[in-house]
């Protein structure tokens, strides 16, 4: 099983930044990728950007130029940093990691959640 914890939300500014951490702990040699997710209310989750393990980051378009994602694997911790914040990234952040898995039926991969942090930015 795999544990992450988010820090680093908090309420800014428009205009502002911001650095979210997810740090990852239990079995994180088996994490093969890891990204955050964010919901505003009334709205789906959505992809912000993930780290598949031994490739480049990908970033979602709607935030590519303002926001950078990073993981850093010797600390088990991913990291977003957030600059240039506007209103309509006002949401809750969600880390989550991918778990591969391997038995008799052969390889699969679960999925966890940390418990989300808020960003709230103001205009």
């Known amino acids: 099983q795999v544990q992450l914890v988010e820090s680093g939300g908090g309420l800014v500014e428009a205009g502002g930044s911001l650095r979210l951490s997810c740090a990852a702990s239990?079995?994180?040699?088996?994490?093969?990728?890891m990204g955050w997710y964010r919901q505003a209310p009334g709205d789906q989750r959505e992809l912000v950007g993930n780290?598949?393990?031994?490739?480049?980051?990908n970033i979602a378009d709607s935030v590519k130029g303002r926001f950078t994602i990073s993981r850093d694997n010797a600390k088990n911790t991913l990291y977003l940093q957030m600059n240039s914040l506007k209103p309509e990234d006002t949401a809750v952040y969600y880390c989550?990691?991918?778990?591969?898995?391997?038995?008799?039926?052969?390889?699969?991969?679960?999925?966890?959640w940390g418990q989300g942090t808020q960003v709230t930015v103001s205009s």
């Open positions: 780290v598949a393990y031994g490739k480049s980051p």
């Open positions: 239990g079995n994180t040699i088996a994490i093969h990728n």
């Open positions: 989550s990691a991918d778990e591969l898995r391997t038995g008799p039926l052969g390889a699969s991969s679960k999925r966890y």
